[in-house]
């Protein structure tokens, strides 16, 4: 099971930072992805991190403002997300997946879960 959280209503220009918790099995060696949906759009592929943390992808809406990281220890990845945009506005999911290839396609990934909304006024 994935659990985003973090989620909430900010003005533009702030930040925030989403936790995705992963519970009954350990995903130290998978592919994690965040990826958010905005009301009557698809599902938009927003960051992706290795096992390791060596190797990260970000859309480039939000290449330079968001930061995917990791914990294995924890079992839980996060999204730094900084100037905030009322075009990042969107329920953010997390995702898991065994191998790298086709890290930008929700469809590609083995699990994801609940996602956190968050909110941003101009």
């Known amino acids: 099971q994935l659990q985003a959280s973090g989620g909430g209503l900010v003005q533009a220009g702030e930040s925030l930072r989403l936790s995705c918790v992963v519970s009954?099995?350990?995903?130290?060696?998978?592919?994690m992805g965040w990826f958010r949906q905005a009301p009557g759009k698809e599902h938009e592929f927003v960051a992706a991190?290795?096992?390791?943390?060596?190797?990260?992808a970000y859309a480039d809406s939000v290449k330079g403002r968001f930061t995917i990281s990791r914990d294995n220890a924890k079992n839980t990845v996060y999204l730094q997300m900084n100037s905030l945009k009322p075009e990042d506005a969107a329920v953010y999911c997390c995702?898991?997946?065994?191998?790298?290839?086709?890290?930008?396609?929700?469809?590609?990934?083995?699990?994801w879960g609940q996602g956190t909304l968050v909110t941003v006024s101009s």
């Open positions: 995702a898991a997946k065994r191998y790298s290839d086709n890290y930008d396609q929700l469809s590609g990934y083995d699990y």
């Open positions: 009954g099995r350990s995903v130290s060696t998978w592919v």
């Open positions: 991190i290795n096992w390791s943390g060596g190797w990260t």
